[in-house]
């Protein structure tokens, strides 16, 4: 078993910048892929980015990439999302997921990862 806990969600004007955290408890975190997803109202979850088990390699949506850095702590069994130049558009409940398969590849699919934790809501004004 593996126990998502995200934080640091919260209220940001358009252009401002907010760090969320995930973490993680149980089987050993370093041993796994992690991602940030996100699902707006009425729309469906998507992905955000990714990040390999030694933090040697990252993955990004486009509509973030330049503006969000994904970034981990093994040490600390901690994921982080530092979203900067934030817009209205990135409104959104943020889910961390672990990804528990032996495989370099960071999937872009929900359906891969194994353990999800429960939200956090990131709200962004214009």
């Known amino acids: 078993q593996v126990q998502l806990v995200e934080s640091g969600g919260g209220l940001v004007e358009a252009g401002g910048s907010l760090r969320v955290s995930c973490a993680a408890s149980g089987r050993t975190f370093s041993r796994y892929n992690m991602g940030w997803f996100r699902q707006a109202p009425g729309k469906e979850r998507e992905f955000v980015a990714a990040i390999s088990r030694s933090a040697g390699s990252t993955r990004y949506a486009d509509s973030v990439k330049g503006r969000f850095t994904i970034s981990r702590d093994n040490a600390e069994n901690t994921v982080y999302l530092q979203m900067n130049s934030l817009k209205p558009e990135d409104t959104a409940v943020y889910y961390c997921?672990?990804?528990?398969?032996?495989?370099?590849?960071?999937?872009?699919?929900?359906?891969?990862?194994?353990?999800w934790g429960q939200g956090t809501q990131v709200t962004v004004s214009s």
């Open positions: 997921a672990a990804d528990l398969r032996f495989d370099s590849y960071l999937s872009s699919s929900g359906r891969v990862y194994d353990y």
